[in-house]
Each structure stands twice: as C-alpha cells, then as structure tokens.
C-alpha cells in the first residue's frame, strides 16, 4: 500500500520550497507552495496539527476527463511550506479517491469513495483509520445501492462520524446519511427527503450543523441555479421539524460555522441580478438559533462572478477576524480548465461582518479556491488549484497559499511586483473594448497610467471607486505597460496587451 509519489513531483516540490523559503524570515511564517505534477490533484479537506503543521487530503487522476486510474493521497506540510511527509493510498482496480479528514485520539479518520475500474459511476463509501505516520490502520467499504453517488461529505458530531452523500437516482438528486464509529462501524443510516407543497425537495445537502444534542441543521439547495437555499431543521434521528426560507443564497458551495452558543454563520453565493446568472457575489449570514438575521454581507464585483471555495469556505479562530474565501472572475462555465486568468479571492471581516480588508491572489493563469482555513497563528491557509493552458492540458496543480493575519505574503526585498497579495486587480489581459479595475476596500484613491512600448504616456485616469471599468476602443493594438499608484506609490504595475 505504501508508496512514494513520483521522483518529478519530489523534485518540483523541493525547487519551489527552497525558492520560498526567504519569505519565513519573519517573526510568523507565510508561504507559497505549486506542487507541479503530471497528474491531476486536488485537496479536499484541510486541518491542522498541534503543532502547526497542515495535513491535506486529497484525490490524484491521470487526467481530469476519462482517467484511467484515480488514488487517494495524504500530504503533511509544516509551516515553513516543506512537505514531510506523502502518501498514496491504491484499493486494487478500484478508483479511490479522500473526501474528507478529521483528526482522532489516534490518527486520522477519512472518508472517501471508490468504483471499480470497469464501472462508470462512483457507488462506494470507504471509511479508513489511518495513523499519524499514514500508515493504514484499518479501512471498511459500504456498497451503495441506491444510484450514483455526486458527493460525499463528512462531520464530527460529538464521538461518532456523520457522513451525507449526494446520489443520482434518474436524474433526481438525493441525500442519503450515514452515521460512523471512530472504527468505521455504520452504526445509523437514513434518506432524507423534504417534501414541500410544490415539489419532492430533493436537491444537495451543502453543509450540517449540530446545534445541540437534540438538534441538527442542514443548509440545502434544489439544484437549480435561481432556487434558494433552505435551512433544514431535524431531530438527532434526522425527522424533520421545520424549514427555513430567510436565505437569499442560491446554489452554489455554502457552509455552517458556529459562532457562538445561540449564533451561527451561514455562507454561500448571491445572485445579484437574477437576468445575469453570471453576476454573484459571495454572501456570508450572522443568524440566530430563533432564525432571526443578525448582520449580513456580500462581497464581489458587479458583473463579474465570485464564487465560493468549493469545500470550506469560511472559518475563524477569534470571530472578531473572520476570512472568507473563494474565487474571484471565475468562467461562468465553471470549469476548471479555462484560458481566462482568475484570483484567489479572500475577505476578512469583523463579528459584524463589516470588511476589514479584501486580498487577490493569482491573476496569471486559471485558479480554483477549494478551502479556506483559520490557522492558530492568526493567518490563512488557502488551497486549491492551478491550471496554465499554456503549459497543461486536463490536468492541474495543486497551489496553496500560507498568509499572516492581514493576508499578506511578502518577499523579503518588499518589491511591489513580489507582492502575492493584490489589493489593486486589472483585467482581462489581453481585452479588445473595456478593462476592469478592481480596488480593495481598504485602497483609497489612486491613479492608472499606461505607457507604450517606447514609455510614453498614452492613458491616465484617477480611480475613486472600488471598481472602475475603462473604454480602451481607442488604444491601439499591442503591448503597454500600466502603472498603478497611491499617494505616489506604486502599488501594482505590469504588462498589458491591447488586441
């Protein structure tokens, strides 16, 4: 079972830690790690050790479109950005892949699923214990037989494992529980369907939150791009009580985050203008346990689609520094693999859910935010993907960003251009008609000037709003360099092509 990942992915690794290691010559370490590899990986669940350091998990393919083989991974990081430790975890001819991993008195408790080879449709769940070397302690497979199993989730909920599948059951989706021993025993199981005057509510379970002993909560959604998300109030033996209309969510990743013994948090994405599917922003709730709104916030730009994380997308460990996270001019295809550039996207807030700052992160290539996590340090670890048309094709890597409490990632000579963390954003890169600008809410007025090739000024307009969208019609074609500054300082620069 035990097995290395491949020599190339060792050495891609070592190269770019080595090169990032000056940026942990501060008083906190921060980092940026690309882990390149001829697969296609992805990190579904983060945590965090005692003693810092991060364990990821995680699915490898061959490639994103018909693979020809699908394993399960663990990485451990430490927190300078060095990997110490990997492994593969094969099920023979069986596609495996981790869903989820939650720490134990022991080890590790994951939750993943698995196919066999000569099957189309995921209709497994594995349960496996794993130590805190990797070494696997024991696992358990449980045949689905209901249909195709879409998504797999899992929770702690007090001493036992609450996992929730999505299944496909002729093309209507369903919700299925199961609740786990430590040991991977099935000691409950149950479907959930919500029936409302209308229709069968069937939809996606997002994200369950147990409120008390005697209470659980399930942040649901139809299915349907416009139909609104829906708290779903049960008894521990999941019987449903009531159900919640107050959010103005729809689709899209949400999730649950207690806040407080009789407050919680609730995130997900907000369409902005219902005829542009396409204008969403990320939305995050203060609700009370009556239900009962206490402050709420959305964060975005108009015409533009930002997206949530796709796992974990809000987390804190002081609630007065809350970070919310997703993906900023994400394709309204949605997919994965697009030649539009896009950002890292994270937000810190106060209890109140007023903005204390907004970072972007990326901008050179197509990024995809799958989690955001509250370090013990203060800062931010965000992981997700990166995907360069230029130089993959269905495959991408996994990129992990390691921030201090004010979303920062700096290098040591303090150059703008080796800033990780933009708070001033230009796009897109090449454009034909309109460029967009995108300020911060912490950036004050500044000022964009382009030059051409030769360094003359050829455009200089001030920016007073948080976005600034700009007729470049008239320019010509070809290649500028533009200049951003605040209070005569650059604060962002780079090369622009005009097509």
């Known amino acids: 079972m035990k097995k290395n990942m491949k020599k190339n992915m060792k050495k891609n690794i070592l190269i770019i830690t080595i090169l990032l290691l000056v940026n942990n010559s501060f008083s906190q370490p921060f980092f940026e790690l690309l882990i390149k590899d001829s697969e296609d990986a992805v990190v579904w669940s983060v945590l965090e050790k005692n003693n810092g350091n991060y364990i990821l998990a995680g699915t490898q393919?061959?490639?994103?479109?018909?693979?020809?083989?699908?394993?399960?991974?663990?990485?451990?990081?430490?927190?300078?950005?060095?990997?110490?430790?990997?492994?593969?975890?094969?099920?023979?001819d069986t596609m495996y892949g981790f869903a989820d991993i939650i720490k134990t008195n022991t080890g590790y408790f994951t939750a993943g699923l698995a196919k066999n080879k000569n099957e189309n449709d995921y209709n497994s769940i594995v349960i496996s214990a794993i130590s805190e070397e990797f070494d696997l302690l024991s696992q358990k497979t449980y045949k689905f037989p209901f249909g195709k199993i879409t998504d797999l989730q899992t929770r702690k909920v007090e001493n036992n494992y609450l996992s929730w599948i999505t299944f496909n059951n002729n093309n209507d989706f369903q919700v299925y529980l199961y609740k786990f021993s430590e040991q991977g025993d099935s000691i409950y199981s149950k479907q959930i369907t919500i029936n409302e005057p209308e229709e069968n509510y069937?939809?996606?379970?997002?994200?369950?939150?147990?409120?008390?002993?005697?209470?659980?909560?399930?942040l649901g959604n139809a299915f349907s791009h416009y139909s609104k998300n829906e708290i779903v109030v049960t008894d521990s033996l999941f019987n449903i009580i009531d159900i919640?209309?107050?959010l103005e969510l729809t689709g899209g990743m949400g999730n649950?985050?207690?806040f407080s013994d009789t407050s919680f948090l609730v995130t997900g994405k907000k369409v902005i203008n219902k005829n542009k599917f396409q204008d969403s922003q990320i939305a995050i709730l203060l609700i009370d346990t009556n239900f009962n709104i206490l402050y709420e916030n959305n964060f975005g730009t108009l015409d533009t689609t930002d997206y949530p994380a796709f796992k974990k997308n809000v987390d804190f460990v002081n609630n007065n520094n809350i970070f919310v996270g997703g993906t900023h001019h994400i394709p309204f295809s949605a997919t994965p693999f697009s030649n539009i550039d896009n950002w890292f996207y994270l937000v810190n807030t106060n209890s109140e859910l007023n903005l204390n700052w907004q970072k972007f992160y990326g901008g050179d290539a197509c990024y995809y935010m799958y989690n955001v996590f509250a370090t013990q340090d203060g800062g931010c670890?965000?992981?997700?993907?990166?995907?360069?048309?230029?130089?993959?094709?269905?495959?991408?890597?996994?990129?992990?960003?390691?921030?201090?409490?004010?979303?920062n990632i700096t290098h040591i000579n303090g150059d703008p251009s080796d800033q990780k963390a933009k708070e001033v954003i230009l796009y897109p890169n090449p454009a034909t008609t309109e460029l967009t600008i995108q300020k911060a809410v912490q950036v004050g007025n500044c000022?964009?000037?382009?030059?051409?090739?030769?360094?003359?000024?050829?455009?200089s307009q001030n920016l007073t709003s948080n976005t600034t969208k700009i007729d470049i019609s008239s320019l010509?074609?070809?290649?500028?360099?533009?200049?951003?500054?605040?209070?005569?300082?650059?604060?962002?620069?780079?090369?622009?092509?005009?097509?």
């Not at 994103?64 to 083989?69: E, M």
């Not at 699908?70 to 950005?81: H, M, T, V």
């Open 61 to 92: 393919t061959d490639t994103y479109f018909n693979y020809n083989f699908a394993d399960a991974f663990l990485l451990e990081i430490n927190q300078e950005g060095e990997i110490i430790n990997n492994e593969i975890y094969s099920i023979n």
């Open 447 to 459: 000022n964009v000037e382009f030059y051409n090739m030769e360094g003359k000024k050829v455009y």
């Open 244 to 246: 919640s209309n107050i």
């Open 256 to 258: 649950f985050k207690m």
């Open 381 to 407: 670890l965000m992981v997700g993907t990166r995907y360069d048309e230029n130089t993959q094709t269905d495959e991408r890597d996994i990129y992990i960003i390691k921030t201090d409490p004010n979303g």
């Open 202 to 218: 069937t939809g996606f379970i997002f994200d369950i939150l147990n409120i008390d002993e005697n209470k659980y909560l399930f």
């Open 476 to 499: 010509q074609k070809g290649s500028y360099i533009y200049k951003i500054t605040d209070n005569n300082k650059i604060s962002e620069s780079g090369k622009w092509i005009k097509q």
